[in-house]
């Protein structure tokens, strides 16, 4: 059965946030690319592929459930980091802004009784705890680093490890 129009238009916010998401990313990657830390533009070409992905799974459903897609403008995504931690702290609050917005969508299916809608939102919901718990645990670990370049690099051979669909 078809959700209703404003279901449908909230799914498709969905879909333009994850697609600027992975926009985001593919931001960072380019500013860890020009600082010379291959592995963590590694990490961050990945995730940008992971959320294209996630825009995916949300863009699949809407037009399984024979409604409509309407693909919008994806806002440019910010460039003016000024370290590897500045970046992942804009990660965090990316993530917790793409969390917000999957409960709301959460908050209208079970409001509208869209009942087909929960398996794929609780899907999401697991997925964003494990996102910000990834995030949140790196800007720890580079925090710690410092001004340590030996151990940033250490890092960043170990992100540049991030295997396609990781997390
Ligand atoms: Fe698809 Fe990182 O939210």
């Known amino acids: 059965m078809a959700m209703t129009p404003q279901l449908q238009d909230a799914y498709n916010d969905q879909i333009t946030l994850e697609f600027a998401s992975s926009f985001a990313y593919?931001?960072?990657?380019?500013?860890?690319?020009?600082?010379?830390l291959p592995g963590f533009a590694t990490w961050?070409?990945?995730?940008?592929?992971?959320e294209r992905l996630h825009a995916?799974?949300?863009f699949e459903f809407v037009l399984d459930r024979g409604n409509q897609v309407e693909l919008r403008s994806i806002p440019a995504p910010s460039s003016d980091f000024t370290s590897p931690l500045s970046v992942f702290e804009a990660s965090l609050a990316h993530e917790r802004k793409v969390t917000a917005a999957i409960h709301d969508l959460y908050g209208?299916?079970?409001e509208g009784k869209d009942y087909e809608s929960l398996p794929l939102l609780h899907w999401?919901?697991?997925?964003?705890?494990e996102e910000e718990s990834t995030v949140s645990e790196l800007i720890e670990q580079i925090a710690m680093a410092g001004e340590n370049g030996a151990a940033l690099l250490l890092l960043d051979r170990e992100l540049g490890t991030r295997a396609p669909g990781a997390e």
């Open 108 to 110: 209208q299916a079970t």
């Open 56 to 58: 995916m799974k949300f």
């Open 44 to 50: 961050m070409r990945q995730q940008a592929e992971e």
């Open 124 to 129: 999401f919901i697991n997925e964003q705890i």
């Open 26 to 36: 593919l931001q960072m990657a380019a500013f860890f690319e020009d600082t010379n």
